[in-house]
């Protein structure tokens, strides 16, 4: 609770002491003091009323007049109300590539600013040109974490905002993005379909930012003999309903990649090795 004191020439005080009636005695209790025209009465609980007196020492400034008088004021009372939001919590997002989500992680140091917390909101942007807009309302001042799956990409930007009791909302945390954190798509340049369910198809690694790709694979005549948009390819070696011969294939890939700041497009290009007898010796490729 805050008060301001009025006060006119010739007189001036010195001295203001403030009392609160306390509901348990009926008597009206110090609770400080000051020689400044404003006071504030902390800790207190909103909704419950308070009542105050204040009594002035002071005196007429001319040097025939009485000095060290002390008055009284009215009493009032008066209801306070929250309308102070809590500090904006500090926020770290980590990704979770190939199962395209976002973990979230905030925390509140500051314990009296802790003290005054109900819940938290998370808000989202996909790409720069958005708007951040709310994902969830987490109404427990005690979870400190949130696991968001954005739909087919795991790119974006992220804030927290902590909450009171009443409504009242902090400022945004510093917004963390994602940017490059899973940035990757390598295509095997060896696979098998020899029936014998180990590496039977040519599956591309794949971060959760590609959208889609435009791949082509050519044969060594430049006959285009498979093409897909499917960012994890899937081949199946066969062309025309038949596996192809062994031998070394030809690829061209556009790779269309989901990022903050929008679209990325990479072009690739290179060999894919095929090789189709049972019990083929296949040398390891090291991956990302």
Sequence with gaps: MRF???????????????????????????VGTTNQLDFADEGLVNGTKYCYYVRSTGGYLSNN????????SQIICSTPVDNEPPCAPALKVTSKCDSLYNTLVW???????????????V??????????????????????????????????????????????????????????????????????????????????????????IN????????????????????WDGTYKGKIVSPGVYFYQCDVYENQVSGVKLLHLSGFVHVITELDSKVNKVTTK
């Design 4 to 30: 301001t004191i009025n006060r006119n020439v010739p007189w001036i005080n010195t001295r203001y002491d403030f009392f609160r009636l306390n509901p348990l005695t009926s008597a009206y209790d110090s």
């Design 65 to 72: 007049l009485p000095k060290n008088l002390i008055n009284f």
């Design 107 to 121: 925390n509140i140091t500051d314990s009296a600013c802790f003290a005054d917390v109900a819940g938290y909101k």
């Design 123 to 212: 808000y989202a942007r996909m790409i720069t040109q958005d708007s951040l807009s709310l994902v969830t309302t987490i109404n427990d001042k005690n979870v400190f974490t949130y696991r968001h799956f954005p739909a087919g990409t795991i790119s974006g930007c992220y804030a927290v905002t902590a909450f009171d009791a009443k409504g009242n909302e902090s400022s945004k945390s510093l917004t963390t993005c994602t940017i490059d954190s899973c940035t990757f798509y390598e295509i095997p340049n060896v696979f098998t379909p020899n029936g014998d369910n180990i590496n039977d198809r040519l599956i591309a690694k794949t971060s959760g930012l590609v959208d889609k």
């Design 215 to 234: 791949f082509k694979l050519f044969n060594r005549n430049g006959l285009l003999i498979f093409t897909t948009q499917d960012p994890r390819i899937n």
